[in-house]
């Protein structure tokens, strides 16, 4: 008997690491990056207590099954959570058809340790890719410093009272932010993966337009589907004022890769746009020196090495997007030395050997006249985000090939 047993040791390991069967494949339909809300986006300490919040997202992909992901990555404290739900949104503001119930590990309660995300029971739910998903969730009590994002271009509605399973929220008050959710999972087909873009705010869609959904990684997920790749998801990991070496709007690029990307169901592929911040921001106060600048590009490019290098490591293929050109931008004004640090940046990213592929999104976004302007078709009119026109054009630049293959 015994020997019979040390003969299945082999056997046993085998199964255990056997990778799961492409029916099981999970994708990242649908993503928020996390970052504590600074105090103008953040709701008032007690608006979460005995509160129902209900929050819209698009997916990107389709699938047979839905799993959620609860975040309360900057918490301080457990977060209890003892009811939430999804339902396809309806057809009026805050309305939901179909709710179920989300469990986890087969209870409707559920408290997140500080610090941690929590993923829902999957729930047997036939979505089609663009269906537009409600998630409910009802708080006991407010979090202890509360995790969300706030560039969500969507409405979330909020109202007092165990509403989740409710058709609608009387009396709900809106907020143009998500909280305490950072993905929506589905169950895709054998060709499943997830395509993740990391960026700043022009990823994460300043100027798109609220509840619309056309941001340019939204775009390109609408791309993919017309080309016939249902099953890959675009997660948008994007956020406003976000910089590659230092803290601004949320946590440096270097510092949220492993949760944001490489902690991402089914991710094959990432997008990386960052840079724009870092170059504005050192400009904003003070001119800098030429060593200065020279010293700035360096850290600039040694972040994208940093980032190739840890992609690459879990077997992932990293497109380099090309910063878009923002002179004129009152907030930034930036300079012609400024100007100069975009353009050598630039030239590394085209460059052979570094990024698996190029977006050349400055190509497509620039006045052919003026090319250190942003054409005025697609400027959003800060001269520093492009317009729901130029977030089209940014998603048509794309190599679908450079994804897909």
Known sequence: MIRRLLAMVPLLATLAAAPAPASQRWVLSWASAQQVPEPTNALPPEALRDATLRQVVRLSAGG??????????????PLNIDAAGIALAGRTPGSITGARPLRFGGGTEVTIPAGAEILS???????????????????????????????????????RGNLVGAGTLPGATKAEHWYQLSGV????????????????????GHGATTDVDDRWPDRLAERLLRAGYGDIAVANAGIGGNRLLLDGLGPNA?????????????????????????????????????????????????????IVERAHERGLRILGGTLTPFVGSGYYHPDAATEADRQAINAWIRA?????????????????????????????????????GGYAAMAAAVPLAALVR
């Open 64 to 77: 047979r099954r839905v799993r959620v992901r609860l975040s309360n990555a900057f918490g301080t404290a």
């Open 121 to 159: 029971d999957p729930v047997a739910l036939m979505v089609r890719p663009r269906t537009r998903l409600a998630v409910s969730i009802h708080f006991t009590a407010a979090p202890q410093q509360q995790t969300g994002h706030p560039g969500s271009r969507a409405t979330s509605w909020l109202a």
């Open 185 to 204: 999972e589905t169950e895709a087909g054998g060709a499943g993966a997830t395509i993740v873009a990391l960026g700043d705010s022009i990823t994460d």
């Open 254 to 306: 270097l510092a949220r890769f492993d949760r944001d990307v490489l902690a991402a169901a089914g991710v094959r592929s990432v997008i990386l746009l960052e840079g724009i911040n870092d170059l504005g921001t050192a400009t904003r106060e003070r001119p800098l020196s030429p060593t200065e600048h020279t010293v700035l590009v360096a850290r600039i490019v040694g972040a994208y090495r940093q």
């Open 352 to 388: 052979p050997g570094h990024f698996d592929a190029v977006v050349d999104f400055d190509r497509v976004a620039r006045d052919p006249a003026h090319p250190e302007r942003l054409l005025p078709a697609y400027d959003s009119g800060d001269h520093l985000h492009p317009s729901p």
